[in-house]
């Protein structure tokens, strides 16, 4: 029997207790999981990056705020979809906030409805990049799987090139193209030149 799926996750980081508490009792009732956090700090140290979930977080704490924390999870590669939350909002946060990916900038007091719209939003978001960076990751390790040859004959078969093209230059037999294609292609799992390129392509973008 497979295990049940971990659901996704709020988590939140406010320095603030009432804050926490209050989002905690707003988003539970909803069926969302909620983890919260008093800091950035603490946040970093016992969040799980593998997890499909979003991120609320204040801007205005002790220590690291919450542009700071969504700049440090940039930094690290999380496609964690954040909503930053402030009492003390202002354009040049804002438009910062925006800049480095944030989904949306709400000032206190929260209209509630405002926020469960967008908490919404951002878990279908997540939901939709985590199968997208699995998917990535799936295809990294088949690439991985590839001799050096079959590597340089998958890049020009993606390429769009032919068999005879490809033997004249690698220099090397069509026989010996045809067998590395073929295994290659089974490798990677791809059944046309067209969805080679795309995984390809899907690699390198996102490396």
Do not use: W
């Amino acid at each position: 029997m497979k295990p049940a799926p971990v659901p996704p996750v709020v988590y939140v980081v406010d320095d603030d207790d009432a804050m926490r508490d209050s989002l905690l009792f707003l988003l539970e009732p909803l069926g969302h999981a909620v983890e919260v956090f008093a800091s950035a700090d603490a946040f970093l140290a016992g969040y799980d990056p593998q997890r499909v979930a979003c991120l609320v977080a204040d801007v205005r704490m002790p220590g690291m705020s919450g542009l700071a924390l969504h700049e440090e999870l940039v930094r690290r590669g999380s496609v964690m979809p954040v909503i930053i939350i402030t009492g003390h909002g202002d354009v040049p946060m804002a438009v910062r906030a925006m800049r480095t990916g944030a989904i949306d900038f709400i000032e206190k007091p929260l209209n509630n409805q405002v926020l469960i719209e967008r908490i919404d939003e951002a878990l279908r978001l997540a939901t939709t990049r985590h199968a997208a960076a699995q998917e990535i990751g799936a295809i990294r390790a088949r690439l991985d799987s590839l001799t050096a040859r079959e590597r340089e004959v998958a890049d020009l078969v993606a390429a769009g090139k032919q068999n005879k093209a490809i033997a004249h230059a690698l220099g090397i037999s069509l026989k010996t193209v045809e067998i590395h294609r073929h295994n290659a292609m089974e490798k990677m799992a791809a059944t046309t030149g067209a969805d080679l390129a795309r995984m390809l392509t899907l690699a390198e973008r996102e490396g």
